[in-house]
């Protein structure tokens, strides 16, 4: 029997290349939940061929997950063998700007699923996590799992709090968590106020891009497409079985890192390479319009890679898959959630 998913976030970007890669190399139903009223998009989901090809595979149901499941939604959604939540707000910049309420979306929604799988008891429940909740990394330090927490934001410190109550979900009443941390996805559908499609647009305008550096360090990135990182994810499904307390001391966590480190600015100029155009630019320190910002990010990947688990699609050949859907998807640059919500 075909094993059902649970998929939160799933009109987001990296949830919707999840779902694109679930359907692609699994026989797997998808319940797929989303408010629609953050950053969630139908047309991520209507606009992949693979959801087209396989709709009758996926439910989907209009719910805001900082509130409560009701009974009548949680009959419907049924037992799922798998939860994976990927529903969070997850931009640095707005949770500086207005932090209270960004930080309230993502602690409520977390213990609202969380006291959802207490109901239903699924096989495993899937915490999405990022690089950001260790904090910076020094040049030639990569965080293990298990590192320190030490987030320098609030959209950092609300994903390491969402970590924390699974954790605490997983100690006290056995939901079956297990944590993944991942670092930049990028990829085909990404909002566009993140770094790719903010860049491919400024080559295209031919305005300067920010790079944030200080002095001659710049920033830098493990970057990786959203379909390595769902590869990884199901890989780690299939071969790892969440561990319960008090037979462990912790949930099994595991890092989903890109292949190499890049800076920001040969990212950018890789990026202007696949668009044909070149790059302007100049280098900004980070901390007079971003406070809370960090420099550097990095995760170690050996763990996964010690079960054998390789991202299928090569940086660059990602970075030209994605930047030549932009060309030819243009209105993916341009659309503004503020006129959208206005």
């Known amino acids: 029997m075909p094993r059902r998913c649970l998929l939160t976030g799933i009109g987001g970007f990296i949830g919707s290349h999840f ?8 026989d ?23 959801y087209q090809r396989h709709r009758d595979r996926v439910t989907l149901y209009t719910h805001d997950l900082a509130t409560p499941i009701s009974p009548i939604l949680e009959r419907r959604i049924g ?59 020094e040049p030639g330090k990569d965080h293990k799992e298990w590192d320190t927490v030490l987030p ?36 085909e559908r990404q909002d566009p106020e993140k770094f790719l499609p903010k860049v491919i647009k400024h080559v295209l305008d031919g305005r300067v891009m920010p790079i944030h550096a200080i002095g001659d360090r710049i920033g830098s990135r493990y970057y990786l497409h959203a379909r390595n990182h769902a590869d990884g994810l199901l890989f780690i499904l299939d071969r790892v079985r969440p561990v319960l307390f008090p037979d462990a001391t912790r949930p099994a966590r595991f890092n989903i890192v ?70 030819r998807h243009p209105e993916w640059l341009e659309f503004s959630y503020h006129r959208r919500c206005s």
């Open 28 to 50: 797997w139903e998808v319940v797929g939940i989303a408010s629609w009223r953050h950053r969630g998009l139908p047309e991520r989901i209507l606009d992949s061929e693979h």
């Open 258 to 327: 890109g292949e190499r480190e890049v800076d920001n600015l040969e990212m950018a100029r890789l990026i202007a390479r696949c668009v044909g155009k070149p790059l302007r630019y100049e280098l900004v320190n980070p901390y007079a319009e971003r406070p809370g910002h960090d420099l550097r990010y990095g995760l170690d990947g050996s763990k996964l890679a010690g079960l054998g688990w390789r991202p299928p699609i090569a940086l660059e050949a990602s970075l030209e898959k994605t930047v030549q859907w932009y060309l």
């Open 152 to 187: 320098s934001n609030p959209y950092s410190a609300s994903k390491a709090a969402q970590e924390a109550i699974a954790i605490s979900y997983w100690r006290t009443y056995g939901v079956p968590v297990l944590l993944t941390n991942t670092m930049n996805n990028i990829g």
């Open 79 to 137: 037992r799922p063998d798998i939860i994976v939540n990927f529903a969070s707000e997850s931009h640095v910049d707005r949770s500086i700007e207005d932090p209270v309420p960004f930080v309230q979306n993502n602690v409520n929604l977390v213990l609202w699923l969380l006291e959802f799988s207490r109901a239903v008891k699924p096989d495993v429940f899937v915490q999405v996590g990022t690089d950001e909740s260790y904090g910076p990394a």
């Open 19 to 26: 779902l694109e890669h679930v359907l692609l190399n699994t």
